[in-house]
């Protein structure tokens, strides 16, 4: 193929949802309500974290507001576009904001990935060996964890992109999607992408994969360790939280790059539940599931109260 030929497609299309007004006209609403209400939930964790000095020292919630922090971040990379494509008919983004979507994207779901295996590493380490674990777990070790996981995303994220930036791009521009990934954009190049497409999935799938395995494994030992009744009830209690949040934001993302990137219907679908849902379905199951979250969100909001009456005297 000519140079000339290759990267003619300067834009593509997004796909989105529906061609009809009034039932894009609704799903602003509501995804708006789903990216307020991710925005406040995790704000509040995160916020709940800093100003409580029992959960700002402990090594579980120092985690659990940094994967706050993912979530949002996760969440504005693609909500925001699609937001504003509900309103616009066009759909259109250019190729440059294509990539550094897709990048961010990779970037923030890799380190979202290997922080929750950093945080099921933190469970095992209070259940087993509860009276070493302030000293196995200290902030330092967390913190080079939390900015282990950001390099491994960041490393992931740049293989993805270099790999898709490196094919010609010179006929179809409608992504069948509503935001910019690697399945859907590279099925539009001009080129052979059989072995493109194979090192993709051995690395995004890989990942995926392979963190679940790690996650789940780890659950399993907690409670193989245990022996006493009581004792796996508490064990359940406290990883339950954690396993509903690694169901739902693993199992789609293993359906979509652990598989040769052939397009399903239920894609997009698939997609809303990693993208959309899960940033907003995180603060709920940890607060509703944890009296200590509760807890703390109270007293900080019994705080802010006195602190605006105070205010007003």
């Known amino acids: 193929m000519d140079e000339?030929?290759?990267k003619v497609v300067r834009e593509f299309i997004l796909a989105g949802f529906s061609q009809t007004q009034s039932i894009e006209t609704g799903l602003f609403v509501l995804f708006l309500l789903f990216y307020v209400s991710t925005w406040v939930g995790n704000v509040l964790i995160m916020v709940t974290v800093v100003y409580d000095n029992h959960l700002n020292s402990s090594p579980m919630y120092f985690l659990l507001g940094n994967l706050s922090f993912l979530d949002l971040c996760y969440s504005t990379v693609t909500t925001p576009k699609l937001l504003a494509d509900f309103l616009d008919n066009e759909k259109l983004i250019p190729y440059d904001q294509c990539i550094v979507q897709l990048f961010f994207l990779h970037v923030v779901?890799?380190?979202?990935m290997f922080l929750l295996t950093v945080m099921a590493y933190d469970r095992y380490v209070a259940i087993c060996r509860p009276l070493h674990y302030t000293t196995i777990m200290s902030r330092g070790l967390c913190c080079v964890l939390v900015a282990a996981s950001w390099m491994g995303g960041f490393v992931h994220s740049t293989v993805q992109t270099i790999l898709t930036v490196r094919l010609p791009f010179c006929g179809p521009n409608q992504v069948d999607n509503f935001f910019c990934d690697v399945p859907p954009v590279i099925k539009l190049a001009c080129a052979?992408?059989?072995v493109i497409e194979l090192l993709m999935v051995s690395n995004s799938g890989l990942i995926s994969t392979s963190s679940f395995v790690?996650?789940?494994s780890s659950y399993a030992t907690i409670l193989v360790k245990i022996r006493s009744k009581e004792g796996r009830r508490k064990a359940l209690s406290t990883c339950g939280s954690h396993l509903m949040v690694v169901t739902l934001f693993f199992?789609?993302?293993i359906f979509i790059y652990a598989r040769p990137f052939s397009t399903f219907s239920v894609d997009k679908m698939v997609s809303v539940l990693y993208n959309v849902i899960t940033p907003m379905l995180n603060p709920l199951i940890y607060t509703l599931r944890n009296k200590e979250v509760?807890?703390?969100m109270?007293?900080?909001w019994d705080r802010s109260g006195l602190t605006w009456k105070k205010q007003e005297t």
């Open 294 to 296: 509760k807890s703390a």
């Open 251 to 253: 199992g789609p993302c």
């Open 109 to 112: 779901g890799a380190a979202e």
């Open 4 to 6: 000339n030929q290759t």
């Open 192 to 194: 052979d992408t059989f």
């Open 298 to 300: 109270q007293k900080l």
């Open 214 to 216: 790690v996650l789940v």
